[in-house]
């Protein structure tokens, strides 16, 4: 086996971030002659199965426990582990996902192999991979390359790979036998809740204004409201405006809130921290004013202010109001 | 209950970041440090836990070149009863699984109920370095922490799912936790915390007495990332600006 995928199921369904991954894999292994398997744990695996069985894979692997059956960190990073150590993969993809963050590094120290997350690109160069990932919360990036020759774990950030990409195919089964303890794992997990039923839908809103931390006080969101409703746009954050406390959770756009793509997104004093950009770089047209020239949210951006949006946001919104 | 705190000591969000000669980090001489937003938010858990105990004791723990120990007394000077550093003038962005390593070798010894780390680091963004720490010392884990209910043998803590969700997990003591931002409000030194800070422990642990041999893997290259789209930068006095914006609303974006 050269390349292992882990596979994550998110409610019953393969997680996009799981095909991507796939995506990522097919990407290199034509041509350096690299064969693929993938691996379903413990939940939906029949369904992880056989939605992967038509791609263009060489094997897919199922792990299923009764100590799988739900996720707990101990038991799948045992099992990925168990699966590393049987199959000797040289690298193993993942999405780097809420639940890959809370385990992957425990398969990183179990096997003391090199663990490099986040990553958006990778290439070959002479005989080694080389695989880029933004460092510096988005404001450079790096090209990052493992020293070890035997194993190498990765993550992909979200649409590093694009999905419509995925080559068909066929993939046999095969099933793995896991050997767990109950004493292995050492959590109990509860059943997921929803914090607050969101009363506003994101995802299909067309036009968005989107606040971060440069709006500075919870006063000053009434300039933000004031130009969402000038345009008839919806009102959004990033995270920091949530944690401050001053917008609830449901407006927040980034990996830990909705994912959007709008006709037009206005960031207002939104740095443009990946954790935010995640959410809303499939937007159509991108507006961003920020007081910091070197913000990454201008990479992004199709039209760019570096000002001050105390300033500009309500001149804006009187210009528009006529 | 003894609560060892990681914090690491990164370039602030407004901190210049000018890459060095050989392009394998930022010129730190030119950057401005601050203790990385997580790990503050770690710290105010960790403290909250053991004034809510009435006893206890917090461990601000730091690895890095002698810059660090101004967050170490940051972190007295906020309420942590005393500060460790692990002294080392290795540059760069490190590689997690042998950093986690040396603070186990360092570590060990202090028998921690609990290591509090923040989610991941504003510079390197590797998020792994508590979680190994914690694999490594036999502990149960979990990441993305967004609250904490301490109970005698047991640590039961709200990790933050996708998209809104959440879970409550309960974990063995000990346990290793990475924190997420916004799950309390970080102090701030008061003045007799800053003059009592001084008076504090912090230990100086040479490189000797917890290095570790080896780097799993490497930075080659650091860069600015280019892009691929055309951003046109409206410029100019405020009114020539509104007015280039409503000109895009209008006739470009067409929403108006």
Known sequence: MDILVVLESKNGSLHRMSREAIVGAQSIAAENGLSISALAIGIDTDQIASSVSGMNLDEVLVANHNLLSTYSADGFAECVKQVIEKENPSLVFVGHTYQTRDYFPKVSARIDKPFIPDVVSLMKEGDFFVFTKTVYNGKLGSKVVSNDSECTLISFQAAAFSEENIESGSASTRSFDIELESSQVRTSSEAPIQEEVSGIDLSSADLIVSVGRGIEKENNLQIVKDLASAINGELASSRPVVDAGWLPSSHQVGSSGQSVSPNLYIALGISGAIQHVVGMKGSKNIIAINKDADAPIFEIADYGVVGNILEIVPKLTEAING | ?256
């Open chain 2, 1 to 256: 209950m003894k609560i060892g705190v990681l914090i690491k000591q990164v370039p602030g969000a407004e901190s210049a970041l000018p890459i060095n000669d050989n392009e394998t980090g930022i010129q730190e001489d030119q950057a401005s440090f601050l203790m990385n937003e997580s790990d503050s938010y770690a710290l105010e858990e960790a403290q909250k836990i053991i004034e809510s105990r009435g006893n206890g004791e917090v461990v601000a723990i730091s690895l890095g070149p002698d810059r660090v120990q101004k967050i170490i007394r940051e972190a007295l000077a906020k309420g942590a009863d005393r500060g460790i550093h692990l002294q080392t003038d290795a540059k760069g962005l490190a590689d997690p699984l042998t950093l986690a390593k040396q603070f186990a070798k360092a570590l060990e010894s202090e028998q921690f109920d609990l290591i509090f780390s923040g989610l991941q680091s504003d510079d390197s963004g590797m998020g792994q370095t508590g979680i190994i720490l914690g694999e490594l010392l036999n502990m149960s884990t979990a990441s993305l922490v967004v609250g904490t209910e301490l109970s005698e043998n047991t640590l039961k803590v709200k990790r933050e799912l996708e998209a809104g969700w959440s879970q409550w997990v309960t974990l063995t003591l000990p346990a290793s936790i990475s924190i997420q931002s916004g799950l309390n409000q970080p102090r701030y030194p008061s003045l007799k915390g800053i003059m009592g800070a001084k008076k504090k422990e912090l230990k100086i642990l040479s490189e000797s007495e917890f290095y570790i041999d080896g780097k799993k893997q490497s930075i080659q290259k650091v860069f600015v990332p280019k892009t691929n789209k055309k951003t046109e930068m409206i410029e100019g006095e405020p009114d020539t600006i509104v007015a280039r914006l409503v000109d895009v609303l209008k006739n470009e974006v067409k929403v108006l």
